[in-house]
Every structure is written in C-alpha cells, then in structure tokens.
C-alpha cells in the first residue's frame, strides 16, 4: 500500500500524521513557518521552526516524486506496457531513484547498439547463448547474419547479443539496486594527483593519493577534493578492493541471474557480457550516480554548518540602544570614525590618522575625545581588521588620559565593505563615502547585530566553509530561512527598522517593508499595529502574518509592544476582567499572572498553548530571546602573531565553526584553530556540541607558525604544547590528518579581510602537527 505524503513525513519527525496534515493547510493557505510556528500551536501539535522547516523541505520534495510518479505512469500506460507487478513496484517505490531504476527500461532513449541488433533480428540469439551454456557461440550466430543491417560475420552478431543482453542487465532495477547497495557500503573513494599538477596544486597535496570509504567521507573532505577536481588538479574514482579472481559486482550479477560459469560452450561469451555489462553500464552509470550524491551530501552538510552559524551569528547578544562610535581601522587610509544615537541614526563621521606612516596621534586623539564628549558616546566598536590592535591600543590610551568612560568592544567587521557598495548602503547614505559607510555599519551591528547584518548577502558574512562550492540557490534558500526565523523570534520595532529588516519579517516582502518606511515617513511614527492596515498592498493576510512579529514602542495599547498577537487581544481582556486589572496593569505583574489558570480562558479559537504563550508573555512582554551583552577581553601584551607564546592562555571569540573545530579570534589579526579533538576532553562528534560563532572561550596556544600565520590552539587547559595529546575515545581524533590543509581550502581567501591562508606545500611542524600526522595513518 502507498504511502501518503503526510504519512511518509509524519514517521520522519516522529509525530502524528494529522499534525502533517493541518500544517500543510496552513502552509497551503499561504501562511509562514514563523506564524505557524508562533501562533498555530493548537492546529500543529505543537510543531517548532526547525520541525516546520523540514516539513516544508520534505512536502516540496514528496509533491515533486508524486507528480513525478504520476508521469511515468502514464508513460508506461501509453507505450502499453504497464503490467500489475510493475504498476505496484512504482506504486511503493519510496524515492526519485528507485522510481528511476523501474522507469529505465521505458524511458525514451537515443538508439542504441543494442536497440539496433535487436531490429537486426539478434534477440532469439541473445536469449538462447544466455539461457543454455551448452551451445556453441560461433555455430548458432551463423543463423543470424545480416550484412545490409551491419552484422556480416558471427563475431559482429556475436557482439550485437552482447549488447542486448548488457541493455537488458543495466535496465533491471532489482540488480541495480543490490550493486548500489554493495557499493554504498563497500565502495572506497580514491583521489590522484593529475601528472604534472603537483605544484601548481599543491594546496591539495593531502589528496595526492588518498582513499577512504565513500559511505563516511566527512563533507569538508569531500568538497575539498572535489574542488581539486574541478581545479584539474586530482582525478576522483571508485574502487572496491577485492582478492578474488572476479569483481564482486561481476559476481553479484551471476548470483542475480541465478547463473554458474563452468567452462560449457557458451561461458566464455556469457562472462563476457557480464564483465561488459558491468564495466561499460553498470558501474559507469553507479559511479556518476554515487559522486553525485556525494557531492550532494556534502554541500548540504556545507549548509548546515553555514546555516548554524549564521543564525549564531544573527542572535547574537546586542549592546542596546547606545550611543556608539564605530572605528573601521586603517593604515595608510586612516581609520573612518563614525557615530550614531541609540536609533542607528548617523550623527557624525571623520577621519583620523594615528597609525603609520602618517602617525597624527595627537590630533587623532583630540579628533575622538570632541567626539566622545560631544555626543555622549557609550560603545566603541572597533572593525576587527587591518590595525585593529593598534587602533585598540590607540583607544585604550585615550580614554585613559581622558578618563571618559566609554566601553570599547572589537567587533567582526565582515561583510562590511559589501554593505558599503551595496544599493542599499547608497540609498540610505547617498552622500556619504563609501569608506565612512563601513564604520557605520560596525558601530551599528554592535548595537543590534541582527538589525544591521540582515542588510548583508549572507554569504559575504564569512562563516560557512566551501560555501562558493555548493549550489548558490540553496544556499541562499536555507540562509534566507534562517533570517527570517531569527528576526522573527526577536521581533521588530516598526518605528525604527530598516525596510531590510522589515522584508525579513512573516508576511512582508521588499515592496510593503519599502511602502512602511514610506508611510512611516510622511505620517510618522505609528502609534499602533492596526494603522499598518493603511499601509499599501499590506493586506489582511499580510497583517495577520506580520502583525505579531512586529512591535509598537510607547503605542496606545500596550499590548502592540509584546509578542500577543491582536487576534488574541481578547484573551488579555477576559484576563483582566476576571482580575480586576487594567492591561497595563496586568503586564509584567508576575504574582497575578503566575496565579492564572490556563483553562480558565481557551475557547475553540485560542487553545491552552496560546493561552499559555499570553501569560508568559504578559510576564515578560518585548523578551529578547537573545543573551545578555558581554565582551572578550584580548591580552593587552598580544597584538601580532609574533606576541604569542606557546602554553599562552587567552580569551578569543569564536568566528567560525566548521566539522573540524573551530577558528576563534585572539586579537592577532588571524584566527587560530582549535581541532575538533582539542574542544573538550571528552569525545566530540560535532564541534557545536560544544562552541558556536560569537562564543567568548578561553584557549591555550599550542603551536605558532610565524611564517605561514598558523595558529593551533586547544581549550582542553590540561593540553601541554610539544606533547602530544591524550585520546579521549578510540575514534577521537578521526578527521584529525587533515585539519591544516582543510581549512586553506575550505576558505582559501580567509576568513576575514586581513587574513592570509595562501596555499603552501610544506608540512606543519611540530607536536600538533605529529598527532594530526599519526591520526592520518591511522586512517590510511
């Protein structure tokens, strides 16, 4: 019996396939994940975001293979050949590849050798030399010769049977199946260099001769290698090791066709089709078929790590609404200065040179503390990027001279050079340098990092691994999901947001975020969540999608500053008329709301969890899901790589985290490595078991590489450098050999602008280097 897309998707997320059932309505009735998330509790069980997400992946997909299904049907039904069995293998098939491998055999095809024998009369030929061994090849293709269709002798009748009978071998799904299964499992995927690449790529020296299972290359290694590939730098195979005289393939297509060689007449040509069928049909079409899901699988765990560290990233802990100045540092161009209120709005630029070769300390000096005392300033953000430390170093000083009691904060300064040339950076500072930009953009996202990285490409925030190498539209998919989930889940204040924070909110695109900001500026502020119905083109669906995620500060009815819905508006008012209370007195009254009975106030339309949701709501309305604001303190005797010292124990800020450790911050212009194996003492399986991007850690310095700028760090306080480290599991360090190589060519640019992981052919020196090098011939 088939089974339904709900009921399919319902035992994937392990829920009740009505829940599937009323989500798909919803999504059906145009309504986002972040609603049903929020406010469809009572019709989806429950169902949070990243459940939501998958359903709305998976329903995409199944609908795809049903619509799919249904063509092949009818194909096969209008060739008439449509059989009960094979209308009820289709009917169970439970994937695109399965319902291909059965369609392979109808599928409209170009002509082939076999297809032309077959008009040439060699079917009857082929069937009895593969069905009785006992005759002989030579005398029973005499009967068949025919000169004008290009079969003159026995040796060309003799290779056109063969060739219908490997057609035949390579359209027989059941095989194929079993030989995919045998490879999956069994399959080792082996890189080469390509003669004469050697230098020019030497950055994928790791992968000269390398081979491992293809059922667990990690997704790292195998974008790495397949980049190689594409590079014209390694060639990429399958192989399957085996000591018996016959491929094990070869063999399974015996066993499937319940046949046994043993030297009669015909064998010779029956092995013969069967080393043909399987060499030229079978596993050339299993192997580009295994590459590209390999590919697939990576890419999509190149996603994942980029999507969970976006989203790290986004929710972020905010500063707050402070005055900030933002300091995007420079050498020979200066540092561009910048101030904005506690809005974001722009209130100051300038320029200040205190660095070399200019060096104007003093006047740069004097430049900052007018700006400091002039506007109050709270926040210094400092860009992270070249002469980041000696602006730091600049900063610390003057506000010790000064004693102004401003906090200085060095913040990530990725992405900000494209926001600067971005239209969007042009239409809201049209007048402004494209260099002064940037520092408004770092004081900015110091301030609410989610608010101002929306206005990014995604994928020029720099924290994914081979991202230029997976494909673009579903990068882009998953990372605008993530957006929009993040957003959502904080919520936005109407009265300020930028039209691109307002597109990413439920409900809303960049016509009616544009029109709100429109509106916003001829009337004003909104002082309520039902004047956004004036809006044009924001319409009652779109209303009712956003209107939850969006908040009015200081409005007239104090609930349109918390996350209750106004369809639900009037559960509070039951509330506070069974308490005696107005709203606002009700709000944040803790005591009364703890007090509340849940059941006392669901209806059909509100059930408990909205209930619930209200009440928690009303306890802490406007709660920011977000942690609270702390910094990293980075050594004041550490600025270069040349400061560091081994067995050093700082403080750093996680950037980014791949499947093999993570990159962390440490003030010297180049993030270090903590391998995976050097995140706990205990066994980690994936890095964000453990840190996540924008973490303050504390890290050892284990090993210092001053000419390629190689840091290796370790959090495991208990790690000696020039020792090797204890295992922490039997499987610990297995992706350990490689982790110097990954990660140049997982971001062979960097990870920020001042970085430099320019390939080189030498090896690490050193313990951590003996330990990666161990582990990998372990692995070999």
């Keep these: 019996m088939q089974t339904s897309i709900s009921q399919q998707i319902a035992q994937e997320l392990s829920v009740h396939a009505r829940q599937i059932d009323a989500t798909i309505a919803l999504l059906d009735q145009g309504n986002t994940v972040p609603f049903i998330a929020r406010y469809r509790k009572e019709v989806t069980g429950g169902l949070d975001d990243t459940q939501l997400r998958t359903l709305a992946s998976r329903l995409t997909y199944l609908r795809e293979f049903h619509d799919r299904r249904a063509v092949i049907i009818a194909s096969i039904t209008e060739q008439g050949k449509m059989t009960d069995a094979l209308a009820k293998a289709i009917a169970m098939a439970s994937s695109k590849t399965e319902l291909e491998d059965l369609y392979l055999p109808y ?5 082939t050798k076999g297809q032309m024998a077959i008009e040439a009369g060699l079917q009857p030929l082929a069937d009895a030399l593969w069905q009785n061994p006992a005759l002989d090849p030579e005398q029973e293709a005499q009967a068949y010769l ?3 269709l290009g079969f003159a ?4 009748a003799l290779d056109g049977a063969r060739a219908i009978v490997m057609e035949q071998l390579a359209e027989d799904a ?13 399959a080792q995927l082996k890189a080469s260099v390509v003669e004469g690449a050697e230098q020019s790529g030497a950055k994928f020296k790791d992968y000269f001769e390398h081979q491992e299972a293809w059922h667990s290359v990690p997704s790292h290694r195998a974008l790495a290698m397949l980049r190689g590939r594409n590079e014209n730098v390694l060639t990429l195979n399958l192989v399957v090791d085996f000591d018996s005289e016959r491929h094990p393939c070869e063999q399974m297509i015996l066993e499937h066709c319940e046949m046994r060689l043993a030297g009669q007449p015909a064998d010779r040509w029956r092995a013969q089709v069967v080393t043909f069928a399987w060499r030229v049909k079978l596993f050339t079409h299993l192997e580009t078929e295994l590459m590209s899901r390999l590919r697939d699988q990576a890419e999509a765990g190149a996603i994942d790590v980029f999507a969970d560290n976006l989203g790290d990233l986004l929710m972020a802990a905010p500063a707050g609404l402070k005055t900030t100045m933002g300091l995007d540092p420079g050498l020979r161009t200066g540092v561009k200065v910048a101030v904005v209120d506690g809005t974001g709005k722009l209130l100051a630029t300038d320029t200040i040179y205190p660095h070399q070769p200019q060096k104007q300390l003093a006047q740069s000096a004097k430049t900052i503390a007018a700006l400091l005392e002039r506007y109050q300033v709270e926040l210094i953000a400092i ?4 002469a980041s430390r000696e602006t730091d170093a600049f900063v610390a000083q003057l506000l010790k001279n000064s004693g102004h009691k401003a906090q200085k904060v060095m913040v990530s300064e990725a992405g900000a050079s494209v926001y600067s040339a971005s239209e969007l950076a042009a239409k809201e500072f049209p007048n402004l340098d494209v260099s002064l930009r940037g520092a408004v953009s770092i004081a900015r996202r110091l301030q609410d990092p989610l608010a101002e990285l929306v206005k990014i490409e995604p994928k020029a925030i720099g924290v994914g691994q081979y991202q230029h190498d997976v494909s673009q539209s579903q990068l882009a998919q998953r990372l605008d999901a993530v957006i929009e989930d993040c957003v959502n889940k904080v919520g936005v204040d109407v ?3 930028s039209a691109a924070l307002l597109t990413r909110v439920a409900g809303l695109n960049a016509t009616i975020a544009s029109n709100i900001v429109a509106y916003r500026d001829e009337n004003g502020t909104f002082n309520s969540r039902s004047t956004l119905k004036k809006v044009p083109r924001l319409g009652p669906k779109a209303f009712e999608q956003c209107a939850g995620f969006l908040r009015v500060m200081q409005g007239k009815n104090p609930l349109d500053a918390s996350a209750v819905h106004p369809e639900a508006y009037s559960v509070v008012t039951a509330i506070a008329d069974k308490t005696q209370l107005d709203v606002g007195a009700l709000i944040g009254n803790s005591s009364v709301l703890k007090a509340l009975n849940a059941d006392d106030y669901t209806s059909e339309a509100f059930g408990r969890p909205t209930v619930l949701d209200i009440i928690s709501e009303l306890d802490k309305p406007g709660r920011d899901p977000r942690p609270a604001f702390t910094t990293a303190q980075f050594d004041d005797a550490v600025h270069e790589i040349t400061d560091l010292k081994l067995n050093m124990v700082l403080e750093g800020v996680v950037t980014n985290v791949t499947h093999f450790g993570a990159f962390v911050d440490i003030g010297v212009h180049q993030d270090g490595l903590v391998h995976i194996s050097a995140l706990s003492d205990t066994f980690v399986k994936d890095p964000r078991e453990v840190v996540k991007t924008g973490q303050i850690v504390k890290v050892k310095v284990m090993e210092v590489d001053v000419p390629r700028r ?12 020039g020792q090797a480290p204890e295992k922490t599991a039997p499987s610990a360090r297995s992706e350990s050999g490689r982790s110097d190589r990954e990660r140049r060519v997982a971001n062979p640019q960097g990870q920020r602008s001042h970085q430099s992981r320019a390939p080189s052919s030498s090896p690490l020196q050193g313990a951590f280097a003996d330990a990666f090098a161990k582990a990998n011939q372990r692995k070999r």
């Design 495 to 497: 009265n300020s947001a």
């Design 710 to 721: 190689r840091i290796a760090l370790s959090m495991r306080m208990g790690d000696e450098a």
């Design 174 to 186: 059941s095989l194929i199946a079993k030989l995919r299964r045998y490879l999956e499992q069994n």
């Design 107 to 111: 599928k409209p095809k170009r002509r």
């Design 383 to 386: 860009g992270n990027g070249t």
């Design 146 to 148: 025919n000169a004008e």
């Design 153 to 156: 002798d026995s040796k060309a």
